[in-house]
């Protein structure tokens, strides 16, 4: 049994390269890329979760985090491709067009991958063909559209519109957030989930991947 606790400290705190020193250490004792996935990253992206809703860590040590996770996965993403693991799922998140906003996204990102999930990130101000060619091109399970401005909210409804006329919106499960969303809203677009937290967001791709 390999001890996690200096690498789930370094993500927490943000510090990028002592989590990838103890990521490489780790590996080189023979931890399993997977293993260091789930018993290192995955807590750790969950504990900054909480304390960032909780109002117990702010934006700036979130971001540091994410970073720190980010690190790691360019050590293990290689090893976890030659072993064959799977993911849980493929997932493909954006912010819907004309909003600008990306830190919930961000955060949501870095939370999924954490916990085991491929993560494909269109970036912010995204149209809804681009989320319709990524689920042709890609073979995604998963679309999960952000928006923080209330006047963006439609752009959601237009991206599941999208998916209706073109025939895939029964290849996907769409799950939506942000500040302004709400769950009612989610149902009334015709959205498969609401996360309304990032930690919340991941919980509800495990059971929209039935995982």
Do not use: W
């Not at 020193?21 to 992206?45: F, H, T």
């Not at 063909?129 to 409804?157: C, D, H, N, R």
């Amino acid at each position: 049994m390999h001890e996690c606790s200096a690498l789930r400290e370094a993500i927490i705190k943000g510090e990028a390269p002592a989590a990838a020193s103890e990521a490489r250490k780790l590996l080189a004792e023979g931890m399993k890329p997977v293993d260091l996935m789930s018993e290192g990253i995955a807590p750790s992206m969950a504990v900054v979760g909480r304390l960032f809703e909780g109002g117990e860590c702010f934006v700036p040590e979130l971001l540091m985090a994410a970073r720190a996770t980010k690190e790691v996965f360019q050590i293990i993403r290689p090893l976890l491709a030659q072993t064959d693991t799977q993911p849980k799922a493929r997932v493909v998140l954006g912010t819907v067009r004309g909003d600008l906003h990306d830190i919930g996204k961000n955060l949501v990102a870095a939370l999924l991958e954490g916990g085991g999930f491929e993560v494909i990130d269109l970036g912010v101000d995204v149209p809804a063909e681009k989320f319709v060619a990524a689920v042709k091109e890609k073979q995604v399970q998963i679309i999960g559209l952000s928006a923080l401005l209330t006047s963006t909210l439609p752009a959601m409804k237009a991206v599941i519109e999208a998916f209706q006329a073109a025939g895939i919106r029964q290849q996907v499960r769409i799950m939506v957030g942000g500040a302004p969303v709400t769950k009612s809203f989610a149902t009334a677009i015709g959205a498969d989930g609401y996360g309304e937290s990032a930690s919340a967001s991941v919980d509800l791709a495990s059971r929209l991947s039935g995982g």
